[in-house]
């Protein structure tokens, strides 16, 4: 029996955040039940899921989303619903919308808001917003983050970068802006307003999204571990994510996982031995930590089927 | 003699006094064209995500944008009261950019 905590370790800081990701439908809340489920041995640890389909839900006995529940001593969980989110901070906004575009009350503002939801970026800004919490949390050691579909994970994980760009150029506007407000006060003889609401506001924003950026690309605050299957598409996603956290977070994966393997007669007999063989392959071939998983007969539906999948953890690279 | 050297001194101080006003106010009102340049630029980038221009967020945008009422209501206040609020909005920002 082979421990992932061990192949993931060292996890410093606190919480150290192990984030999951993969392709739809190959193993990734699977492997964070798994992770998971080792590492509150070593502390306090939270499983947080944003997998759309809610699986985690049925897999912990969770009765509902977007609420902590203990499963154990050192174990606590949680669905986010990322569209619930989603739907609850744009309801928040509708009352300023309101408020500021009063004619659109006569329009449909029913329909602005609605629209909101959909608006590209929001569900990104959702879960960034989830992540920020997460590196603020002292109270776990370690957060495990079963992510949503690989767009939206990618996307997110640029957003802090991207929006520090338009944050300093808001910045050096907004500072000239009010410096400027202040000489032509001073100059006419007017009261002069030193304090600028809309300034300190993008100040703090700097400050939250700089502390993720910085945190999703130190190694001492954050694990990525991938999940793969032996398939064509699975193994091009992997590569994509590869290519991702290289390039766009200076990143290496902490650990590559290869699920669902099967037993040579049986991928024979459904005729994909040649194409398991070649994804493993080249899976065997990338240089990083790495296990396969063979695919299990009992499909795991509950935590206690989960758990027995590591007793079949094979480690590829250690 | 001491009248008119008296009534030239006081004519050249208003007249001094009066280049001042004018160079005062003439920087003033350039200050304050850059000022309303950059208030549009601001604004645009603060609205664009709301009218489909990718900067920021549009959750970013809102709450970008409560600390930024009375600047939106003033806005507003110079838009078209069309069908597009918005969009007439947005025009109104303008600006020579
Ligand atoms: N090693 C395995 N052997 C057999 N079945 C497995 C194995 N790992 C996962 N499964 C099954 O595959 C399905 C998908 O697994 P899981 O929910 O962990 O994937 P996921 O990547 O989180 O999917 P989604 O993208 O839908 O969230 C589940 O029905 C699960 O029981
Ligand atoms: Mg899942």
Redesign the interface.
């Known amino acids: 029996m082979s421990s992932l905590a061990g192949l993931l370790s060292p996890l410093e800081g606190r919480p150290h955040v192990i984030i999951v990701l993969g392709k739809g439908g190959v193993g990734k809340t699977s492997t964070s039940i798994l992770i998971a489920s080792e590492l509150k041995t070593q502390g306090k640890t939270l499983l947080v899921s944003f997998d759309q389909a809610k699986h985690i839900l049925r897999y912990l006995n969770l009765r509902r989303s977007m609420e902590i529940v203990e499963i154990d001593d050192n174990l606590s969980a949680c669905q986010l619903d990322i569209e619930a989110s989603a739907r609850e901070?744009?309801s928040r906004?509708s009352d300023?919308?309101a408020?500021?575009?009063p004619?659109?009350t006569v329009?449909n503002l029913e329909d602005v808001t609605k629209v909101?939801k959909y608006?590209?970026?929001?569900e990104?800004?959702?879960f960034l917003r989830w992540l920020a919490d997460i590196y603020e949390n002292r109270e776990y050691s370690y957060v495990v983050i079963d992510t949503p579909p690989t767009g939206i994970s990618l996307r997110t994980l640029v957003?802090p970068r991207l929006?520090l760009i338009?944050?300093d150029?808001?910045i050096n506007?907004?500072e000239?802006?009010v410096s400027?407000?202040y000489?032509?006060s001073k100059?006419?003889g007017r009261e002069v307003k030193v304090s600028d609401?809309?300034l300190?506001?993008?100040y703090e924003?700097k400050e939250v999204y700089s502390k993720v950026k910085d945190a999703l690309s130190s190694a001492s605050r954050t694990s990525y571990v991938i999940v793969t299957n032996p398939e064509p598409l699975p193994m091009f996603e992997l590569r994509e994510i590869l290519n991702f956290l290289d390039s766009e977070l200076m990143m290496k994966p902490k650990l590559l996982v290869m699920n669902k393997v099967l037993p040579r007669d049986v991928a024979t007999k459904l005729g994909t031995y040649d194409e398991q063989a070649r994804a493993i392959e080249e899976f065997k071939s990338i240089q990083y930590r790495s296990v396969m998983i063979p695919y299990a007969n009992n499909p795991s539906s509950r935590l206690e089927d989960i758990v027995k999948l590591r007793e079949f953890i094979v480690v590829v690279r250690g | 003699m001491f009248k008119l050297v008296k009534r030239f001194l006081g004519e050249l101080v208003l007249f001094v006094k009066g280049i001042n006003r004018a160079i005062?106010e003439d920087?003033?009102s350039a200050?304050?064209l850059?000022?309303s340049e950059?208030?549009a630029?601001?604004m645009t980038?603060?609205l664009g995500?709301l009218v489909g221009v990718?900067?920021?967020?549009?959750?970013?945008s809102?709450?970008?944008?409560?600390?930024?009422?009375d600047e939106?209501?003033f806005l507003?206040s110079r838009a078209l009261?069309g069908?597009d609020?918005?969009g007439d909005l947005m025009s109104s920002l303008g600006g020579e950019w």
């Open positions: 901070l744009t906004y300023l919308v408020e500021l575009f004619s659109l329009l909101l608006a590209p970026g929001v990104e800004e959702v957003l929006y338009w944050l150029k808001l506007i907004r000239r802006i400027l407000r000489v032509i100059t006419l609401p809309a300190n506001k993008l924003l | 005062l920087s003033v200050l304050e850059e000022y950059l208030e630029a601001f980038i603060v995500p990718k900067t920021v967020s549009p959750i970013l809102l709450e970008l944008l409560s600390t930024l009422k939106v209501k507003e009261k069908k609020l918005l």
